[in-house]
């Protein structure tokens, strides 16, 4: 077999841990048995399309005069008016089965295409192939990346659509595609406008300000121009959130939890100012990490995808099987690890804990606390990699500096 299908440790040799089989073999059995446990865990399979079903609902309630952001049940549409005018015109382009096979064929296309994105353009390393890159994204904490596909949330196709647009950005300082793709997620909701991170941490600050603004405008234009459509989708944006106590995971979910639970009352600003902070510090972080990078572009896209992801305030799987998935390439590469799928089974086995939890007592305390934790540790490993090789690169410039003058 030539070393070219090879599954590799992290430093470029074969991984050692992998029985002798052929490894793209063993990678697709083990990813079979992984998603065997889900079907274990879950096995009536009770619900899909949750999110699409709701998309559905809502034009179906407009399109008879009702309120399609708070006459349904279960979870409300929390999009703006912009987002279900377009979706009402997508229905009358795409009427009935051929709009439903269109959307789940994009969605399931977008959720699939991501590990390949991440390990062909991304992350880049031998050891990252692409059985093995389908492996991780199945493994993920709480089968974030499953969850994403059963769900049928637009979000997916948005970050398929961002990340593949970044890819000429990356390699090549081309931004143009990205900024159109991201001036449209902006208009679905404003957190995908943390995406502009990208561009910001390459140079462009002023496009990136201007295609933020731009975007982010929509949506005082659509209070002004629909005013009571606006308003019942900030109220049911709210009864959602707030009311539901469905903050996600992520910083402000864990701390809106804690404060839950220590304190019995209802959550208050203070996750919002902790998440605020957290921000604020991420952003300084990668702005310092940014020169410290000059050798180790993987591993610092690595840490910015974590942190974009990680910075929005509300995550949820979709959001989550993102993060995930560089969070395990920036942990591999930061710690240096030789084994990369015994850390991945130190990563997954503990997630099957709070995933049991979650659904057979039906309670959502437990449901996204390792991925926070996963996804938080890989940042703050990264970024302190990052600053030890920009360390390691000063003595040796003193060095050469030294050695000219003389």
């Not at 769900?151 to 961002?162: K, L």
Request: glycine share 6%; with cysteine.
């Amino acid at each position: 077999m030539s070393a070219s299908h090879r599954t590799h440790a992290a430093d470029g040799g074969p991984d050692p841990f992998i029985p002798k089989l052929p490894p793209a073999l063993f990678l697709f059995l083990a990813t079979l048995a992984v998603l065997g446990v889900y079907v274990w865990l879950n096995p009536s399979g009770a619900r899909y399309f949750w999110d699409a079903k709701v998309y559905a609902r809502a034009v179906t309630d407009w399109q008879a005069h009702r309120d399609p952001y708070t006459d349904g049940e279960g979870l409300l549409f929390v999009y703006p008016p912009l987002v279900l005018a377009a979706a009402t015109a997508l229905s009358h382009l795409l009427p009935g089965v051929i709009g439903w096979t269109v959307f789940f064929t994009l969605h399931f296309a977008s959720v699939l295409v991501i590990p390949w994105l991440f390990a062909r353009f991304y992350f880049q390393r031998p050891w990252l192939s692409l059985p093995f890159a389908f492996l991780i994204y199945a493994a993920e904490p709480s089968y974030a990346s499953v969850v994403a596909l059963r769900g049928g949330n637009i979000a997916s196709v948005v970050y398929a659509a961002a990340f593949a647009a970044a890819v000429p950005g990356i390699r090549s300082n081309r931004w143009g595609w990205f900024y159109t793709v991201v001036f449209l997620c902006g208009l679905i909701k404003p957190p995908f406008l943390l995406l502009l991170l990208f561009p910001v941490l390459a140079g462009h600050w002023w496009k990136s300000i201007a295609c933020g603004l731009l975007s982010a405008s929509s949506y005082p234009l659509q209070q002004w121009l629909a005013p009571d459509l606006y308003r019942r989708f900030v109220i049911a944006a709210r009864i959602q959130v707030a009311d539901h106590s469905d903050f996600g995971s992520g910083i402000l979910g864990a701390v809106a939890t804690i404060e839950r639970k220590l304190f019995h009352h209802p959550v208050n600003w203070f996750p919002y100012l902790v998440q605020g902070i957290v921000l604020a510090v991420i952003v300084f972080l990668l702005f310092r990490a940014r020169r410290h990078a000059v050798n180790s572009e993987a591993l610092w896209l690595g840490c910015l995808t974590v942190a974009v992801i990680l910075a929005n305030p509300r995550l949820l799987r979709y959001d989550t099987c993102i993060s995930l998935f560089a969070a395990f390439f920036v942990l591999v590469e930061a710690l240096r690890i030789r084994r990369p799928l015994l850390l991945l089974g130190v990563i997954y086995f503990p997630s099957l804990l709070s995933l049991y939890v979650r659904l057979k007592s039906h309670r959502v305390d437990a449901w996204g606390t390792w991925e926070t934790i996963v996804m938080v540790a890989a940042l703050l490993v990264g970024l302190w990699r990052l600053w030890q090789l920009s360390q390691a690169e000063v003595p040796e410039s003193g060095r050469l500096a030294a050695s000219s003058q003389a």
